[in-house]
């Protein structure tokens, strides 16, 4: 294993324990820089929100934007829809998955603006947003 990669595992290993996972203290951040979130966090972009309905069970937002700009992570994979089509543009989307409890420390995309950078964590095949990442990705600027 090269050094990068036993620092990137601990960085992943430690980015619970800094922005506060227990439930206990679910969504107390920790102060650390955007760039440590952005080396952790292994899908980041700027993206404008497409999107946003809940899942079956109302508990969680299930949130599609169109990718602006890629930072880290994101498949080169292209989704056409008809009108990117017509207009021969076509875009690349990315569906983030969101918790709204407060013990699931998630990030309501809909009470926000609809352009801001994302970064989300893997959760088997879904991508996870959480409120501390978006946070301190975010400047700290707004917080649902």
């Given at each position: 294993?090269?050094?990068?990669?036993?620092?990137?595992?601990?960085?992943?290993?430690?980015?619970?324990?800094?922005?506060?996972?227990?439930?206990?203290v679910a969504c107390t951040c920790a102060n650390i820089s955007?760039?440590?979130?952005?080396?952790?966090?292994?899908?980041?972009?700027?993206?404008?929100?497409?999107?946003?309905?809940?899942?079956?069970?109302?508990?969680?937002?299930?949130?599609?934007?169109?990718?602006?700009?890629?930072?880290?992570?994101?498949?080169?994979?292209?989704?056409?829809?008809?009108?990117?089509?017509?207009?021969?543009?076509?875009?690349?989307?990315?569906?983030?998955?969101?918790?709204?409890?407060?013990?699931?420390?998630?990030?309501?995309?809909?009470?926000?603006?609809?352009?801001?950078?994302?970064?989300?964590?893997?959760?088997?095949?879904?991508?996870?947003?959480?409120?501390?990442?978006?946070?301190?990705?975010?400047?700290?600027?707004?917080?649902?």
């Open positions: 294993m090269s050094g990068m990669q036993r620092m990137r595992r601990a960085i992943l290993a430690g980015i619970p324990l800094l922005l506060g996972a227990t439930e206990a955007r760039d440590q979130v952005i080396a952790a966090t292994p899908v980041v972009f700027d993206g404008e929100i497409l999107r946003i309905e809940m899942d079956a069970i109302r508990q969680r937002q299930v949130t599609t934007f169109r990718v602006r700009e890629a930072i880290k992570g994101v498949p080169p994979r292209v989704v056409l829809r008809l009108e990117t089509v017509l207009k021969r543009m076509p875009q690349r989307t990315i569906t983030i998955i969101s918790g709204l409890g407060e013990a699931a420390c998630g990030w309501d995309f809909s009470a926000g603006p609809a352009r801001l950078t994302v970064g989300a964590e893997r959760d088997g095949p879904n991508l996870v947003a959480t409120r501390c990442t978006m946070a301190i990705l975010n400047g700290r600027r707004w917080i649902p």
